[in-house]
């Protein structure tokens, strides 16, 4: 079946460091591919969304760019803030049309002052 | 206002007991989905509504209920709470396509099955 698989569980930073989270899915067709972040005490809020090949997403100084050859959707940031604190979510919009939202198990990412 | 709100936040029930979970939108989004947080897990959908119709996913088609009185409510219902439901529910709508559209989540309700 369709999945979504993050490989960092955690990734601790420096304030301005560069981000990166990795997210690489498995399903065919073309799925559109999210990223949501939730805060504490918060439900997850969508960041952005792409839904075909070479489409970049982005928000708030996010960004994340559809590859279909490498079945990738990684989330970068060039410099982050102690604000950015948060967990990330990857996610697959099911593409065979049951309207299922399916998350990768999420990355925790603390940025220390 | 982009808000869906859920009750309430905490729930400690006893096992075999039943929970009744709340959610609400203003969005008049027609759909609404129920889904399933534990530690280390990433959400697992449990249902979801379009308009009146509840669709329900396979693997916990027995263990969960739901109820739409009307747009703005949904409401998530465990007959026979086990240890194993302990986890956070998520409440979301959207408007459109769930696999293509913006979900927005309530901030969950914390279940706790003693």
């Known amino acids: 079946g369709d999945s979504v698989t993050q490989t960092e569980g955690q990734v601790a930073l420096s304030e301005e460091d560069f981000l990166t989270i990795h997210c690489n899915y498995s399903?065919?067709?073309?799925?559109?591919l999210f990223w949501y972040v939730q805060y504490p005490g918060e439900g997850p809020q969508f960041l952005f969304r792409a839904s075909r090949d070479k489409e970049k997403g982005s928000s708030r100084g996010f960004e994340a760019t559809y590859d279909k050859g490498t079945t990738s959707f990684h989330l970068r940031k060039a410099s982050v803030q102690e604000s950015d604190s948060a967990v990330y979510y990857c996610?697959?919009?099911?593409?065979?049309?049951?309207?299922?939202?399916?998350f990768g198990s999420g990355t925790q990412l603390t940025v220390m002052p | 206002d982009t808000t869906v709100k859920q009750n309430p936040r905490y729930k400690l029930a006893r096992v075999g007991k039943p929970v009744n979970l709340i959610c609400s939108q203003t969005?008049?989004?027609?759909?609404m989905y129920w889904y399933q947080k534990k530690p280390n897990q990433a959400p697992k959908l449990l249902l979801f509504y379009y308009d009146k119709i509840l669709n329900r996913e396979a693997d916990t088609f027995e263990k969960f209920q739901s109820s739409r009185p009307n747009n703005s409510f949904c409401s998530l219902y465990i007959g026979s709470a086990g240890l194993e439901y302990s986890a956070m529910y998520l409440c979301?709508?959207?408007?459109?396509?769930?696999?293509?559209?913006?979900?927005?989540f309530g901030p969950g309700t914390r279940l706790t099955v003693l």
């Open positions: 996610a697959l919009g099911d593409p065979s049309g049951s309207w299922q939202l399916i």
């Open positions: 969005m008049n989004h027609d759909t």
């Open positions: 979301a709508s959207s408007s459109g396509l769930g696999g293509y559209a913006e979900q927005f």
């Open positions: 399903a065919s067709g073309y799925p559109a």
